[in-house]
């Protein structure tokens, strides 16, 4: 069994930064790829960034590319998620997601786990 518990949201400005945590319990987090996805009031849970077992292969959408970095650290059963430049449109619920199928997914249909979700609000 796995428990992914998020932490880190919160109200910031546009242009401002903040960095998402993803503590996990649980073995499968080892080999268990992460995801992260963003759902905004009234639509769909959308994905924003994921990263392999290993850290080294990672993927982003393109609407985060190049402000946000996911990174882990196995050590500490941990996944981060640094957000940069953020803009009001980023406002959503993030979720941390685990798939223990290899290979990053970029839909959440195909992860198998998944935390309560933290808030971040951007204001303009």
Do not use: H
């Not at 910031?12 to 996805?37: E, N, P, T």
């Not at 639509?43 to 292969?57: C, L, T």
């Not at 650290?73 to 997601?97: F, G």
């Amino acid at each position: 069994q796995v428990q992914l518990v998020e932490s880190g949201g919160g109200l910031v400005q546009a242009g401002g930064s903040l960095r998402l945590s993803c503590a996990a319990s649980g073995r499968a987090f080892i080999s268990g790829d992460i995801g992260w996805f963003g759902q905004a009031p009234g639509k769909e849970r959308e994905f924003i960034a994921a990263v392999d077992w290993s850290g080294i292969n990672t993927d982003y959408a393109d609407s985060v590319t190049g402000r946000f970095t996911i990174s882990r650290d196995n050590a500490k059963k941990t996944v981060y998620l640094r957000m940069n430049s953020l803009k009001p449109e980023d406002t959503a619920v993030y979720y941390c997601e685990l798939r223990r199928e290899s290979g990053l997914g970029f839909s959440a249909v195909e992860y198998d786990y998944w935390g309560q979700g933290t808030q971040v609000t951007v204001s303009s």
